[in-house]
């Protein structure tokens, strides 16, 4: 939702993706203003939210010690 909303208030943001400069991109959300696909359109909603549910190994090694 946060791309959306400050490309509607008309707030100027960038953020890397890939390594390439983006204008409609930040963290997982999508500017719904783009023709960039977002998650729900790329994976379904059930698809998303089992991708967001994987266990990640990297995330697990920044938080158990």
């Known amino acids: ?6 490309n509607a208030m008309g707030v100027s943001f960038s ?4 390594g390439k400069v ?3 991109k930040m963290g997982l959300g ?4 783009s023709d960039d696909e977002n998650l729900i359109c790329r994976y379904g909603q059930d ?4 991708k967001l549910n994987e266990r990640s ?3 697990l090694s920044l938080h158990i010690r």
């Open 57 to 59: 190994l990297f995330y």
């Open 47 to 50: 698809g998303l939210i089992k």
């Open 22 to 24: 983006s204008h409609t």
């Open 30 to 33: 999508r500017s719904l203003y």
């Open 15 to 18: 953020s890397l993706d890939q």
């Open 1 to 6: 939702m946060t791309p959306t909303i400050l």
